[in-house]
Nanobody, 125 residues
Framework: QVQLVESGGGLVQVGGSLRLSCAASGRTFSSFVMGWFRQAPGKEREFVATINWNRGNTDYADSVKGRFTMSSDNAKNTLTLYLQMNSLKPEDTGVYYC????????????????WGQGTQVTVSS
């Protein structure tokens, strides 16, 4: 069973930084697509960044390119996915989710069956 647990959210001022973590366990994730998505109040969940372990490619939403960086750390049976967020803006506010899927690479959140509980990020102006 895939388990995803996010942490690292919080309240930060405009221009500040946060690093989110997602601890993934329960499977070997080398064949997975994993990523970060976010949902602002009253809006649909949207793509932030995804990584395809098989192909080694990483994609970022245009709105976060150059400001957000995804990285990972493998240790024994747990993979940790990070999202370093710099130069934060008020429009980055929302609940950030870690998600995973097996197989075909997608950035559409509706294609991801495995989700964490989310972590709140609030950027104040």
């Amino acid at each position: 069973q895939v388990q995803l647990v996010e942490s690292g959210g919080g309240l930060v001022q405009v221009g500040g930084s946060l690093r989110l973590s997602c601890a993934a366990s329960g499977r070997t994730f080398s064949s997975f697509v994993m990523g970060w998505f976010r949902q602002a109040p009253g809006k649909e969940r949207e793509f932030v960044a995804t990584i395809n372990w098989n192909r080694g490619n990483t994609d970022y939403a245009d709105s976060v390119k150059g400001r957000f960086t995804m990285s990972s750390d493998n240790a024994k049976n747990t993979l940790t996915l990070y999202l370093q967020m710099n130069s934060l803006k008020p429009e980055d506010t929302g609940v950030y989710y870690c998600a995973a899927r097996i197989g075909t690479y997608y950035t559409n959140p509706n294609r991801f069956p495995y989700w964490g509980q989310g972590t709140q990020v609030t950027v104040s102006s």
